[in-house]
């Protein structure tokens, strides 16, 4: 597609409930990023993707979130047990470089209640 | 600890005259500099970059001024134009210990700018 790809735009689940975000990166993107937006704050690092292998997961707040590019191309990011915490908007990026600015995607704006 | 900050929540400016966005860090690590810019319910969208090697770099109205020692770096915006009024995001990356970069970036919380006509 032209850009990335994410879905749903929105999620609405229960405390405890499981959840799974996915990413649709730019075609032939190498390097795929997931961050977390918190209301009013920037965009925080969750973890990043060198086709399917997962590089760098330091930013994924507690070992209830999991992420996956098994092809190296859809990702999806999997959050078990949801708390009220993990209430954000999700963003994934995509890019053919190394280095530089990168596409990001509309986001999913998860709320748990 | 918020290594990269835009101290000012919100700018105002009229329509044709300067926006100055500034973003401060704290990691000497960083050596290349973005700004993203957002409006509502989309995603951030890549505006203008520059390296620490460099203290300017221009794209038509957009100008971002770098200064490693002060680690301070700014965004002006010349003529400023209604359709500029969104969210501004600095965003840092540094090299690994390797002394590559893959992209990842550090951002800071963001300056809302209106341009009112």
């Known amino acids: 597609g032209a850009g990335v790809s994410q879905s749903p735009r929105y999620k609405v689940a229960k405390r405890g409930q499981d959840v799974a975000l996915r990413c649709d990166p730019i075609s032939g993107h190498v390097s795929l990023f997931w961050y977390q937006q918190a209301l009013g704050q920037g965009p925080e690092f969750l973890t990043y993707f060198q086709n399917e292998a997962q590089l760098d997961k330091s930013g994924l707040p507690s070992d209830r979130f999991f992420a996956e590019r098994p092809e190296g191309s859809v990702s999806t990011l999997k959050i078990q047990r949801t708390q009220q915490e993990d209430s954000a908007v999700y963003l994934c990026?995509?890019?053919?470089?190394?280095?530089?600015?990168?596409?990001f995607g509309s986001g999913t704006r998860l709320t748990v209640v | 600890d918020q290594q990269v900050k835009q101290n000012s929540p919100s700018l105002s400016v009229q329509e044709g005259r300067i926006s100055i966005l500034n973003c401060d860090y704290t990691?000497?690590?960083?050596?290349?500099f973005l700004w993203y810019k957002k409006y509502p319910a989309e995603g951030p969208t890549f505006l203008i970059s520059?390296?620490?090697?460099?203290d300017k770099n221009e794209d038509g109205r957009f100008t971002v001024f770098l200064n490693k020692s002060a680690k301070h770096l700014s965004l002006h915006i010349v003529p400023s134009q209604p359709g500029d009024s969104a969210v501004y995001f600095c965003?840092?990356?540094?090299?690994?210990?390797?002394?590559?970069?893959?992209?990842?970036?550090?951002f800071g919380q963001g300056t809302i700018l209106t341009v009112h006509p």
């Open positions: 520059i390296s620490s090697i460099k």
């Open positions: 965003a840092a990356s540094a090299k690994n210990a390797g002394g590559t970069s893959y992209g990842k970036l550090t």
């Open positions: 990026a995509s890019s053919s470089l190394a280095a530089g600015g990168y596409t």
């Open positions: 990691n000497s690590m960083f050596d290349y």
